[in-house]
């Protein structure tokens, strides 16, 4: 599919921030699934900025993992018994989904949703000094995702929020750079986030940008995320659908 997605740990990940800073480009943290990833086969736009060496790209959603572990795989033998070995592979892999995730570590190690991502963003942020602004999301949802942020996480410096769309930029802009803040977080859903900040995280000030969808609206409270079980048996695009019902046309287009 010419993606490239980081194979990092989530513990690697987070090791890695701080030689993100010494770039001397701003870096773009992307977090595919696999409904970005079908979009990027006929965005090029898109495509670029997940594969661009300067950014980050990491696996956010079970499929990502499935997809990685079943193209992994070879079939032994050959004409008509290899397409039935593949489609065997295909099933039993299916059906390991829920039974045994672990056995999807390979070639990408784990998952790292968003909705977890963003806590070790903050971490990070309280242990070295860094500000964080929070862009985009319906109104007041950024300002109850900074609350929640600062309320759990100790010593963390959150710069300002903005909840205007994506296309008032130069207000946003504006506003981050008399923040000062060092790490931006962007809600505006797959791909205006990430095109957003290929067009305007150099003018922002800020050495990082993350792209994390529908992440504020969870720390908010306006929806509930997948009980842990389900995240823990890659279920959680299926809660979300249940929870979502218009997002079954995505879901379909797959």
């Not at 989904?97 to 784990?110: D, G, M």
């Not at 860094?130 to 309320?151: D, M, N, S, W, Y």
Request: charged share 25%.
């Amino acid at each position: 599919l010419d993606i490239m997605i980081n194979t990092l740990t989530r513990q690697e990940l987070n090791d890695s921030f701080s030689d993100l800073f010494l770039q001397r480009k701003p870096s773009i943290i992307t977090t595919p699934n696999t409904e970005i990833i079908v979009r990027a086969q006929t965005d090029e736009e898109l495509k670029e900025i997940i594969n661009d060496p300067m950014n980050l790209a990491i696996p956010d959603g079970i499929g990502l993992l499935w997809a990685s572990r079943f193209l992994s795989l070879r079939a032994i033998s050959k004409g008509l018994l290899a397409k039935l070995e593949i489609f065997l592979q295909w099933v039993v892999t299916i059906f390991l989904i829920a039974i045994y995730p672990r056995y999807f570590k390979s070639p990408i190690p784990e998952r790292i949703p968003g909705s977890d991502f963003i806590w070790d963003i903050a971490r990070f942020a309280a242990k070295n000094n860094h500000k964080i602004f929070l862009l985009g999301g319906a109104p007041t949802v950024a300002e109850r995702c900074a609350l929640k942020l600062q309320t759990d996480t100790p010593n963390l410096r959150i710069a300002g929020v903005f909840s205007g769309p994506s296309s008032e930029a130069q207000k946003a802009i504006e506003a981050i750079r008399r923040s000062r803040a060092d790490i931006l977080l962007v809600a505006f859903g797959a791909p205006k986030q990430e095109k957003w900040l290929q067009d305007n995280l150099l003018k922002t000030g800020c050495k990082i940008g993350v792209g994390l969808g529908g992440t504020f609206d969870f720390l908010a409270g306006t929806k509930k995320r997948a009980p842990v079980w389900m995240q823990r048996i890659g279920f959680e695009w299926f809660f979300r659908l249940v929870s979502e019902p218009s997002r079954i046309g995505r879901q379909i287009a797959l």
